[in-house]
């Protein structure tokens, strides 16, 4: 007989990605209310309201907010913008090497003996 669909749980492939546990920030899409009952506390923010960071505490700075990612991908697609016709094949292989070029700039002068190492 067929099992019941209901009952598998499927893993999200979040959790392949990201630690169970770590923070997440989002705008509101709806796909995004499950991540607590997946393990991951998650906060948002509402473009839809204008609100683009929130400043939870008071202290001035906006610790809720999904500008990091949402720039992170703009970069993304300005850098390939010139390599049209990427295979499917070979996207991981681009997006490796952006994700490390990316990290390398926050580590500044020890990118030499990041290279190294």
């Not at 499950?34 to 991951?40: E, I, S, T």
């Not at 016709?85 to 681009?94: A, C, N």
Request: glycine share 8%; proline share 5%.
């Amino acid at each position: 007989m067929l099992e019941d669909v209901r009952q598998v749980t499927i893993k999200p492939v979040i959790t392949q990605c990201i630690k169970p546990g770590t923070r997440v920030f989002t705008d509101e899409y709806h796909i995004y209310t499950r991540l607590p009952d997946w393990g991951y506390p998650h906060k948002t923010v509402c473009h839809g309201r204008g609100e683009y960071a929130r400043d939870e505490d008071g202290d001035g700075f906006h610790e809720v907010h999904a500008n990091t990612m949402e720039g992170f991908w703009s970069l993304l697609r300005s850098w390939l913008r010139p390599h049209r016709r990427i295979s499917q094949e070979k996207l991981p292989i681009y997006l490796a090497f952006f994700r490390f070029t990316h990290n390398v700039c926050r580590i500044g002068k020890a990118l030499l003996g990041a290279l190294v190492a």
